[in-house]
């Protein structure tokens, strides 16, 4: 059974491989608009940390909040139509999974 999934794990990671280089100017539009919310999620998070966390590390939380942020934020302004295409992309697959659950959900609490 193990030679089996080693098998075709290799055969799956292969074949990624070949459609990421196959594909790979939409990898990188779609890398270039999902970096910049990711990074500013992560300066914020850091922000927070620096705010509510422990004296300790306060200075360093605000000087990756900074940093990170700083980032983010340029980011998004070089990169604005990669981030909205990102988000026109992501938007819809999101609300029909959302929409899912929630139906699902409301049909489990019916019975």
Known sequence: MRKN??????IVFGFGLFLFYLYSP???E?????LQPILILIGLVALAAGIFGKKTFKKVNFIVAAIFLFLGLYGLYDEYYAVVD????LIPPLLI???LVSVV???RRLT
């Open 105 to 107: 959900h409301g049909i």
């Open 5 to 10: 999934h080693i098998i075709g794990g290799l």
């Open 86 to 89: 990102f988000f026109n992309g």
């Open 97 to 99: 999974v959302l929409g």
């Open 26 to 28: 939409y990898i990188v």
């Open 30 to 34: 779609f890398m270039k608009g999902v």
